[in-house]
């Protein structure tokens, strides 16, 4: 499998470095993450000896009183439920208006109370972040603002704690949303056991283990064993993680505006020009909502659904009036008619050169 890491690391913006472990055999080692707010729970583990990415598993934090929570959209999407699988690789999608911007509300409810002062929304790869948002919690028999319209400023979302099980959570975006989890961090909850990585060290060998990505990322590693229910684990030390400075957010047409913050994601638009405000770029509109955008569009202030150009100038026939397409099909006629009125101008020329002069009369 050829692939860059680079490419890949450059996703996290932490580390761990794992020096190497006193071991004579191939042993399954545990890395405990502590004092880490984890937005996902993805990483990467790096055999810096021998440059290959080794599988590993996840020991999730348990918590002994967590509510389940149940969601509903509205607009409403079949596969809500991606929205709270604590799977990074599925998402929820809501469509795109034309020409206005995107709202939906997302609803979560549980049996039990939920207490929290915090909302983690992850995105899929390639997303700009929502433009606001605006969250609201049953208390009593009213549903009350606890955090009124605000600017999405980042995944994590803060709002003064409050105790409710039901919160509605409404987005406004102006790019396509997807979403791929949202966590509603419960507070009142009790934590059994801590978050570690597994994996399986070989001797003499050293590990870098990434951790806290902005984006999904999928690691290429090869077969693993049993990381679950490995016997003899060692458990290393904990360490703080380091910022990694090869970090590159995430800007996927590369026009130095991130992902997360582009008014037109996947079109280069570094000017982010957006003349009727409607929160997404000029070049990602569809001002004559033909369906096309209008860097694709041949004629973006005109309909023309099927992009018709009958004479291949890149001008759509909607656009490009008759006479014009004719002249460009046949480029050779308007010479002809400058070669033509040139030519009358040579005869009318010489016939008035060669003209009879009459005599000048002297006066007597």
Same mark, same amino acid.
């Given at each position: @499998?050829?692939?860059?890491?680079?490419?890949?690391?450059?996703a996290?913006?932490?580390?761990?470095?794992?020096?190497?472990?006193s071991?004579?055999?191939?042993?399954?080692?545990?890395?405990?993450?502590?004092?880490?707010? &984890?937005?996902?729970y993805?990483f990467?583990?790096?055999?810096t000896?021998s440059?290959? %990415?080794?599988p590993?598993?996840?020991?999730?934090i348990?918590?002994a009183?967590?509510? *389940?929570?149940?969601?509903?959209?509205?607009?409403?999407i079949s596969n809500?439920?991606?929205l709270?699988?604590?799977?990074n690789?599925t998402?929820?999608?809501?469509?795109?208006?034309?020409? =206005?911007?995107?709202?939906?509300?997302?609803?979560?409810? =549980?049996?039990e109370?939920?207490t929290? =002062? @915090?909302?983690?929304?992850?995105?899929?790869a390639?997303?700009? %972040?929502?433009?606001?948002?605006?969250?609201?919690? &049953?208390?009593?028999?009213?549903?009350?603002?606890?955090?009124?319209?605000?600017?999405?400023d980042?995944?994590?979302i803060?709002?003064? *704690?409050t105790?409710?099980?039901?919160?509605?959570?409404?987005f406004?975006?102006?790019?396509?949303?997807?979403?791929?989890?949202?966590h509603?961090?419960?507070?009142?909850t009790?934590?059994?056991?801590?978050?570690?990585?597994? %994996?399986?060290a070989?001797?003499?060998?050293?590990?870098?283990?990434?951790?806290?990505?902005?984006r999904?990322?999928?690691?290429?590693?090869?077969?693993?064993?049993?990381?679950?229910?490995?016997?003899d684990?060692?458990?290393?030390? $904990?360490t703080? =993680?380091? &910022?990694?400075?090869?970090?590159?957010?995430?800007?996927q047409?590369?026009?130095?505006?991130?992902?997360?913050?582009?008014?037109?994601?996947?079109?280069?638009?570094?000017?982010?020009?957006d003349?009727?405000?409607?929160?997404?770029?000029?070049?990602?509109?569809? %001002?004559?909502?033909?369906?096309v955008?209008n860097?694709?569009?041949?004629?973006?202030?005109?309909?023309?659904?099927?992009?018709?150009?009958t004479?291949?100038?890149?001008?759509?026939?909607?656009?490009?009036?008759?006479?014009?397409?004719?002249?460009e099909?046949y480029p050779w006629?308007?010479?002809?008619?400058i070669?033509?009125a040139?030519?009358v101008l040579?005869?009318?020329?010489a016939?008035? $050169?060669?003209?009879?002069?009459?005599?000048?009369q002297?006066?007597?």
């Open positions: @499998m050829i692939y860059n890491t680079s490419d890949i690391t450059s996290f913006r932490n580390y761990v470095d794992i020096s190497s472990v071991i004579s055999v191939p042993t399954v080692v545990e890395v405990p993450i502590t004092n880490e707010f &984890l937005e996902r993805d990467a583990v790096l055999d000896t440059n290959i %990415f080794e590993y598993f996840f020991k999730k348990t918590l009183n967590e509510a *389940k929570i149940s969601v509903e959209t509205s607009p409403q809500a439920y991606v709270t699988d604590n799977n690789s998402y929820g999608e809501f469509i795109l208006p034309n020409n =206005s911007e995107g709202h939906v509300e997302i609803s979560l409810t =549980s049996q109370p939920i929290s =002062s @915090m909302l983690v929304t992850l995105l899929d390639n997303v700009a %972040f929502p433009t606001s948002v605006e969250i609201r919690a &049953l208390l009593g028999e009213s549903n009350r603002i606890v955090l009124a319209k605000s600017r999405v980042g995944s994590t803060r709002f003064p *704690k105790t409710s099980r039901s919160w509605t959570i409404s406004t975006y102006a790019q396509p949303l997807r979403i791929s989890e949202l509603l961090i419960q507070e009142n009790s934590r059994i056991n801590t978050q570690a990585v597994r %994996f399986l070989q001797p003499n060998h050293s590990y870098r283990i990434y951790l806290n990505p902005d999904y990322v999928q690691t290429p590693v090869g077969e693993a064993g049993n990381l679950a229910q490995a016997k684990v060692i458990t290393l030390k $904990a703080s =993680s380091i &910022l990694n400075n090869k970090y590159v957010i995430s800007d047409d590369g026009d130095g505006i991130a992902d997360v913050r582009d008014n037109c994601v996947s079109v280069a638009n570094p000017l982010q020009v003349v009727n405000t409607n929160g997404r770029g000029d070049d990602c509109d569809d %001002f004559d909502e033909d369906n955008i860097t694709k569009d041949n004629c973006p202030d005109n309909p023309n659904y099927d992009q018709k150009d004479d291949n100038d890149g001008i759509g026939d909607v656009c490009d009036v008759q006479e014009s397409r004719f002249t099909q006629i308007p010479w002809v008619g070669g033509f040139a030519l040579v005869v009318l020329f016939l008035t $050169a060669r003209a009879p002069h009459e005599p000048t002297t006066p007597l």
